[in-house]
């Protein structure tokens, strides 16, 4: 069989990639990879970490792009790699337009599509946007249902879906424990990253900050800037936020908070620099859908700066907690686990329900018709605690 993996965008690459690589390795299958390029910069820096390899590069990104424009390039582009290459399968993952978009164009060429990460719901098609129809989409016309955990899998039950589902965990984990072992593995690596990011100060609480999300442009990003502007005024604490390069993020940020000397404004960290922030962190302000993933298995505290999420279950685990976007309310969760040592234990401490590290092994297993020793529900123990 013939798997065709399509990704385009940041969070997509991390998550494909252990899986390009377990897919690589497997002698009864063969593997290629198509890029999309929705992302450029921060796709490009995901590609040369995991030394991944492109059969098909596409080149779709326009600055500050529409969704209609880059669904049209991506379905135009995409079926033309199709045509040729006519694979048995294409994989895509998560909510993306990539995703989108090239699940419709193996659709209309009759080529089953699997879906990694498949059954996320929020349950209102307004937040994330447009990623919660995307998925739904993506999950109706797919063959195989790679879901993470036992509560994707039961609401892609609940809808009836013809596709063949598996409980897998999320690839990320898989992505998150072999970026923790390189790290640990590597004395001059972690030297070197340690000399490069040598301007944190160690005294004070590490506050780490990413944000992109649609819902949020406007009055969401206003409130979030507000908190972290008087957040920025406790001596006691950092904040390192890289921006993403969305403009509509990237412009607001830059132009509400570059003027604080605690605020530290940076540029997107390739992963392996990322990760090495995310395990000195005291707490993580997000409205990322990986980072509220991954943070449990490093036993970090995690508040989501949005009113719904498609993650339940570190929220019902207790390492995630929803906040939306008043600042009031992010303030007072944030001093919370800042100023009260018992909070911020009991929040990193509850296990991680998104994996084990084996989500990729599980997939490959599917896909070649072996039987699958799927994910139980109770969430494994965090895999690595830093203080
Ligand atoms: C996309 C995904 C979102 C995902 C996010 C991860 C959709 C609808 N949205 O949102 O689900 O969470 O990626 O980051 O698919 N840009 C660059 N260089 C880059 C990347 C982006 O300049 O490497 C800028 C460009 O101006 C681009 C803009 O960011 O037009 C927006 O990119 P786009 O992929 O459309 O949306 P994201 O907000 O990144
Ligand atoms: N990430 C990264 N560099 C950064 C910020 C995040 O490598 O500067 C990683 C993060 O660890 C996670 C992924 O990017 O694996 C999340 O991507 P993003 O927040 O763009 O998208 P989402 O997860 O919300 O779809």
Redesign the pocket.
Known sequence: MHVLSIFGT??EA?KMAPLVIALRNEPHLRSSVCVTGQHREMLAQVMQLFDLHTDHALDVMRPDQTLNGLYARLIASVDEVLATVRPDCVLVHGDTTTATACAMAAFHRRIPVGHVEAGLRSGDLQSPFPEEMNRRFVDAVATWLFAPTVTARDALQAERLPGRIWVTGNT?IDALATTVARLAADAGLARTLAQRHGWLDPRRKLVLV?G?RRENFGEGFRGICAALRTLAGRSDVQIVY?V?LNPQVHDVVRATLSDLDNVHLIA????LD??WFMQRAHLILTD????QE?APHLGKPVLVMRDVTERPEAVAAGTVRLVGTSPERILTEAARLLDDDAVHAAFGDRGNPYGDGHACGRIVDALCGRPVAELAATPTPNRVRFS
Not at 268 to 271: I, K, N, R, T, V
Request: hydrophobic content about 30%; overall charge negative; cysteine-free.
């Open positions: 940041r969070p991390i990320v990413t992109h890289p993403h997107p960290l390739d992963y990322f990760v990322s859908g990986g980072v991954e």
